[in-house]
């Protein structure tokens, strides 16, 4: 018994998409007909990872598996007919004593007009849309958040301030990846093989008058890890200590950004600003598509963005005519 044939791959962010060739699998699936044994094909419909649950593999580093399954499969994520399927669908009405049933009629698809991103929240505006956040003297995954009833959170973002009086080395160790930032400006990034950063010297206006600086680290997680050893290790957030210069950073600010549809709703009351041309801090971005009466299957463009989150929202607009 096979209980797994694979018939394609599952794909990781900045690699090529994952093929197996159609007589491949036309020709092994025939030996399994010839000799009897038991099969069962993965995977046979693509598929979609949505949400955060894209999940990732480490060998030898972090590599997160993108949103759509596909996985070459012998129908597709969209569930169109493949190469594969119809080799597939001759080579079973050929062993089958019995007619195959019809095909069914695939779903209609259509290209919908690009969509303008006209507004945007830069992410530090966005903060008092949040739930509270967490106030501790060192800092934690976020699996570890005193949140959600004691369970912490397991998917998005989380961000961590504190304030410093001097620049330095930044020491500090990161699951997936990391922004730093000092109070709204970039200053660098972390991630699993990048421990240290130089945070600039913080300038002294008053020698009379501790000038202090926000340090803020937003941390993401990329994706939980599916199989191997490292599937024990996945701390998501500030894994342990923060230094600067040897210095333990202590008080900390943390939030939550789990991206729940909670949090979305209660956007929908912010002050949005007119996006501008180019914006390099993270934010998010309000656009909306226009779809007719009858909407149809569609698929998302992104390669012209990197590092990017989509939540769509539906909202229906009702017309009545009301007669005298």
């Known amino acids: 018994m096979v209980m797994e044939y694979w018939t394609g791959w599952f794909d990781t962010w900045g690699r090529e998409h994952n093929v197996k060739s159609a007589e491949e699998i036309r020709y092994t699936v025939s030996r399994f007909i010839k000799y009897g044994i038991s099969f069962n094909m993965y995977m046979f419909h693509g598929g979609t990872n949505f949400g955060f649950i894209n999940g990732a593999f480490h060998y030898d580093k972090h590599s997160s598996v993108v949103t759509s399954y596909d996985y070459d499969a012998v129908l597709t994520e969209a569930g169109d007919y493949t190469e594969k399927y119809f080799k597939l669908r001759k080579l079973f009405a050929s062993a089958s004593v019995g007619f195959l049933p019809r095909l069914p009629q695939l779903i209609p698809k259509t290209v919908y007009p690009t969509v303008g991103l006209a507004f945007y929240l830069p992410l530090f505006d966005i903060l008092p849309y949040l739930n509270k956040p967490v106030m501790l003297y060192t800092p934690v995954t976020m699996e570890n958040l005193p949140i959600n009833n004691g369970s912490g959170q397991p998917f998005g973002f989380v961000l961590y301030e504190t304030s410093i009086c001097a620049g330095g080395d930044l020491y500090a160790s990161v699951s997936d990846s990391a922004q730093?930032?000092?109070?709204?400006?970039?200053?660098?990034?972390?991630?699993?093989?990048?421990?240290?950063?130089?945070?600039?010297?913080?300038?002294?206006h008053?020698?009379?008058?501790?000038?202090?600086?926000?340090?803020?680290?937003?941390v993401e997680n990329q994706g939980r890890i599916n199989y191997s050893w490292?599937?024990?290790?996945?701390?998501?957030?500030?894994?342990?200590?923060?230094?600067?210069?040897?210095?333990?950073?202590?008080?900390?600010?943390?939030?939550?950004?789990?991206?729940?549809?909670?949090?979305?709703?209660?956007?929908?009351?912010?002050t949005w600003r007119l996006a501008p041309e180019n914006y390099l801090g993270p934010a998010f971005y309000l656009g909306t598509l226009k779809a007719d009466s009858s909407p149809k299957d569609t698929f998302?463009?992104?390669?012209?963005?990197?590092?990017?989150?989509?939540?769509?929202?539906?909202?229906?607009?009702?017309?009545?005519?009301?007669?005298?």
């Open 180 to 204: 730093v930032f000092l109070n709204d400006t970039t200053i660098g990034n972390l991630d699993e093989y990048t421990y240290d950063l130089t945070i600039p010297t913080i300038q002294v």
């Open 230 to 270: 490292k599937i024990q290790n996945e701390w998501k957030g500030l894994n342990g200590d923060i230094s600067i210069n040897g210095t333990l950073l202590k008080n900390f600010t943390i939030y939550s950004l789990d991206m729940k549809m909670s949090f979305f709703e209660r956007l929908r009351s912010a």
């Open 206 to 218: 008053d020698p009379t008058v501790q000038d202090c600086q926000l340090l803020r680290i937003l």
């Open 300 to 324: 998302l463009d992104l390669s012209a963005r990197r590092g990017h989150q989509i939540s769509l929202q539906m909202v229906v607009s009702h017309h009545m005519d009301v007669g005298n």
